[in-house]
């Protein structure tokens, strides 16, 4: 893949002096040793470079950042917690990175409005933990919420387990402060749900990665605090049976359907060879499985996971289940679920696709790629697992048993186009939940209704003229 | 208030000419008697003039009128139903009216996937009607739910009863197709939850009234049909025990609380006084009245409901309460608020406030108006009622008794300014789910941020160069 945009030329020791006048000598990092964890990335996909690292400590910063760098033309790399997975994050080309971590306060909590305003760089975990000392939930939840932050959740429009019953990210944002490339400051904060005066700017800003704009605070929604969560662990035939026990599941409980995980019998094959202290949940093998939960304001839903899987059995689709009898045994549950990236290293290379279609067309989606790719590389082994009540699947191709694992990941765009046509063909998307970066950059045009693309490459030039916000993701500038 | 931005020309023969032929003869409409109705509306607040209405009877044909009207710099007004409260819909200095009413066909209902794709002028009850024949539920709910379109609702960004728990319009929608002011067909149809490729356009033509582009069909989210719903009519001392018991419900059945209504005992007496055929639901007076509604899959909204008004009543909150028995007592208690804006009429003289706070300031907000409104003008009678669930009160002020209608409203712009002081310093909105159209647009620049204002103004600048599509409305072009 060809990420290199333009190289950015390199800083002037009056430009570094000058940021640094902002943000104070503590917070311009330079020190190529103290800068380089910024420009890595967990996987080791993507390496940056860049001279500099500034952490603002505040809105008024990162404004002051913005207007320099407009003044100059020195392109920005917005940051929150490192953690995407498409490159959106990297300063691939010497641009100066902001890193929003400092910008950590969470403003206020107002529960009897069920909002809470937090800044950017809150971590998701943190978020979650003092909506849940103020009596709510904040449903927002996705591996990488120990160190992920709501700057970049809300910039990415993270996805995430609980979005079949909360949404995802874009769905849980009131309001939002944000620092255009000029550094003018768009104040869209409020607590409102409804609010009808004017164009809906926040949207525009949320999903974007960062090219039109920097996220420096969000009010989002908070929601009652479930009092009873029931797990299910259910093996079946088929992602059709699952289709099936999901819609029965949604017409018995409706929004108390909080998590409706597919994983396949590889996906779970994997997650127990190669994960630590993990069991198999039922004692016979199966096909299929889901992990299912429900959430209640009451006591009702040990009840109503009973009459799901009883009415599932009585179907002929459910085979075997077993409900979680404690939280620890929810907790053995999920970790082999949230295992099941990792635990794909050790089988060699893994081609990734994080792709949906409409809900009902899972199905016929898992069949056609896995007959294409199984047909295009003989003895690849396809690990489809994710969230069947959004129609997102991670769809990953693992390299055959003892194949040249650089050699199979060569293939990567050619098995990306036989799995997209298909994406394509129902209707779906190349990109569930992951975003664009610079890692699907190149095939975006291809998928995109070409009058979207002209609109946003309008938007893109009316926000951000100079090309220095996040340049070369998303779009070419 | 001055709604006349610029008189458009008279339209050449040629040009009527050209229209004609995209429609055809029986859907252009020229004759003043039959144009008359597409004019007025439903209050008589707003009378427009036009020389023509063109009826286009699909996509493509929007699409011809659009390019046309680039090549020739004619305006046109885009209307759904003719329901809209703030003019938005409304010819008022001789555009082109283009219905969207024959878009009436209901493109696929998708049940396993739970979407419905409609085109712009469904009416929004035939909508709901289609979904609960697939066994679904489509909840967007409001009083001119009976002619109002989807389109309308889209462009209008409509809340209603059921945004407490379902949201309001923008969240039902997964997809839309837009039509330019160039006439280029945005393609943004998708029955995706999650697809996080590109910029969100769909949410910029939701809520912009028609001023950015003409929506002309939706891909709308459906919900599992509630297999039980429980309504309950409560009397109560104050807004903040209403905000107690609202709390609670909350607290005790979460997003099964569906509907949330305070309603002032003012307009309750209105609404027997004036109505038709309504009943008080209790036997003594209250000040304040709470309508609520819990809908469940399940059949434990009844216990719930009561478990409900059992915590009110031990905790001093609720002084009396009713649940009804039947579909037509539940039709009554409904009756009585749907009333309620018709039942003001009789009253002389109603100005009217569609405002939202966050839900926690709504008692304050409420107190502090009542105290400034009956200070500006001695003996007039806030009627104020609404979604308290969401924080949006439509606070109407009625005339003193007696006094002269006229001089009342008069003074409308005098009143609007002391309500709006008060959204405004507790953070809320001027418009919560009518939108601006020109009965608020003079408004808007003076309680919207200045930045936000400056981006609304550039990206209408991008998608309508020309200011041909509904100008005037929002903002001043």
Chains 1, 2 share one sequence.
Request: proline fraction near 4%; charge should be negative.
């Amino acid at each position: 893949m060809n990420i290199v945009q333009s190289a950015a030329p390199p800083l002037s020791p009056e430009w570094i002096a000058a940021f640094r006048d902002i943000v104070g000598d503590k917070y311009a990092v330079t020190d190529a040793a103290d800068i380089a964890p910024y420009l890595t990335e967990e996987r080791g996909l993507f390496h940056g470079r860049s001279q500099l690292v500034l952490r603002p400590g505040s809105t008024a910063e990162v404004a002051a950042i913005c207007k320099l760098a407009t003044a100059h033309k020195i392109a920005l790399v917005p940051q929150g917690g490192n953690t995407g997975l498409v490159g959106g994050q990297t300063a691939h080309n010497g641009e100066v990175v902001i890193s929003l971590r400092r910008l950590d306060k969470i403003r206020e909590i107002d529960a009897a409005s069920n909002t809470m305003t937090c800044e950017a760089g809150v971590v998701l975990q943190i978020a979650q933990q003092k909506a849940a000392e103020a009596d709510r939930l904040f449903p927002l939840s996705l591996g990488a919420e120990g160190s992920c932050t709501i700057g970049g959740n809300l910039s990415t429009n993270a996805g995430g387990t609980g979005a079949l019953a909360y949404g995802v990210a874009r769905e849980m944002a009131l309001g939002l402060e944000v620092v255009l490339a000029d550094g003018r400051v768009l104040n869209l904060l409020s607590k409102l749900k409804k609010d009808n005066t004017g164009y809906d700017l926040r949207n525009l800003f949320i999903g974007a990665e960062g090219t039109l704009g920097i996220i420096t605070a969000a009010t989002l929604k908070l929601f009652p605090k479930p009092r009873a969560i029931e797990t299910a662990y259910v093996g079946l035939k088929s992602p059709a049976d699952a289709l099936k026990l999901l819609s029965i599941s949604q017409s018995m409980v409706a929004g108390s359907l909080t998590s409706f995980e597919l994983l396949a019998d590889i996906a779970v094959d994997f997650s127990i060879r190669h994960g630590i202290d993990i069991r198999d949940p039922l004692t016979s093998k199966h096909l299929w499985y889901v992990l299912m939960e429900l959430s209640s304001s009451r006591d009702d839903a040990r009840d109503a996971l009973e009459a799901i899987l009883a009415k599932g059995m009585e179907d002929g689709i459910v085979d075997d289940a077993v409900i979680a009898a404690n939280l620890s045994q929810r907790a053995a549950f999920w970790k082999l679920r949230d295992e099941m990236s990792a635990a794909q290293k050790p089988e060699g290379g893994s081609i990734k696709h994080d792709i949906s279609v409409p809900v009902a067309a899972v199905p016929a989606f898992i069949a056609e790629a896995d007959a294409a790719v199984v047909k295009l590389i003989p003895g690849s082994r396809p690990v489809p697992f994710g969230h069947l009540g959004d129609g997102n699947i991670h769809y990953n191709v693992s390299q055959p048993i003892g194949a040249n694992t650089a050699d199979f990941l060569a293939r990567w765009h050619e098995v990306n186009a036989v799995v997209f046509a298909i994406v394509m063909r129902m209707g779906g998307s190349i990109s569930a939940e992951h975003g664009i970066g610079v890692l699907k950059r190149d095939e975006l045009p291809d998928v995109k209704d070409k009058v979207a693309i002209e609109l946003m490459r309008g938007i893109k030039a009316l926000l951000d003229p100079l090309g220095i916000m996040n340049p070369g993701k998303v779009l070419w500038s």
